[in-house]
């Protein structure tokens, strides 16, 4: 496959899986700002803005509008909801020979219905647009899951949408345990991921901090807990490797993944608990260093080379000008 092409899966992985993510998180804070008149505003909404990632303006007041607009529906911001669909349709404009028809139509009509979508929810309020984003982004998985073949463009795809789930669910945490420990704060995590009802049947309701996180950093089986991502891709990525399969012969990337893997396995969850931010930390780190290592590894292209009339004039000149 064409490095250009692997590029632009991986990143359209990216690119849907963090758009998704931001619309359930401000979903959430968004629920939680209308519904609870204790929440202070403008430190709940910096809050979450430096969790997404996104510039905080110190000397502004912040509220709900000003978050939904910077974080959802700023299109001069890369970072926020409509400029991630944008970019991921762009990126699959660019690689149209590699994915279905289906993925294509899905990523386009998800873009061009953000302008209704917007002004549904300056009606409605903005968990419509949010919905509607999550929507359309399951829509795109269970057509990458349906329609593109499992091979190496469908490997970079996944690869770089379980990364980009791992630095998500990593972040909330980090928000959890650094803002709020309390019950409310927990279940706010849960819904934000999806997982409120799988929780609730594995650990019959016990809502508290070490099966909390537990769950979201260890459990086997749920698809966005951080082990879960990590193992699925690291599966991809060794798909990926051509590297014989010898002793101390895997890319730099395959063992930092595993390595990431290997250190949350095996340690008691009151232990994780208490070193949780180190933990966190290193998993963010990790997600930075592998997709540095990736672009590296398999997508690096030899820069184009750079046709000028330079030598024709100078040989131009030695002839005396005649042709």
Known sequence: MLAR?????????????RADDMARILDVAVQQLLEDATVDTDS?????????????DDEAEHTLWTLVDVAAYDRSCPDSIVGLVRTARENARGAREVISSEMWE????????????????????PHA???????????????????????????????????????????LLMSRSAYRRDALSWMS?????????????????????????????????????VFHS???AEHHLAALDNRPDRVG?????????????????FIGRAEMVRDLPAYLTSLQETCRTVSESIAEEHFHIEPYVSWTDTGLAHDFADYGGQS
């Open 5 to 17: 092409n692997a590029d632009s899966l991986y990143w359209i992985g990216r690119y849907v899986e």
């Open 189 to 225: 995590l849960l819904v934000a991921v999806g997982a409120q009802d799988t929780y609730v049947r594995a650990y019959r309701g016990a809502l508290d901090t070490e099966n909390v996180v537990e769950f979201m950093m260890l459990d086997r089986l749920f698809p966005r807990s």
């Open 249 to 265: 012969a895997q890319s730099t990337a395959l063992t930092l993944l595993g390595r990431a893997r290997s250190s949350i396995e």
């Open 129 to 171: 647009f949010l919905t509607y984003v999550k929507e359309r982004a399951a829509m795109f998985a269970g057509l990458t899951d349906a329609t593109l073949s499992h091979d190496v463009g469908y490997s970079y795809l996944i690869l770089g949408r379980s990364i980009e789930r791992v630095d998500m669910t990593v972040r």
């Open 230 to 232: 990590l193992r699925v």
């Open 44 to 56: 709940m909404v910096r809050h979450v803005m430096a969790v997404l990632g996104l510039t905080v």
């Open 106 to 125: 899905c990523l386009n009509a998800t873009y061009m219905g953000l302008d209704d979508a917007q002004r549904r929810a300056r009606l409605l309020g």
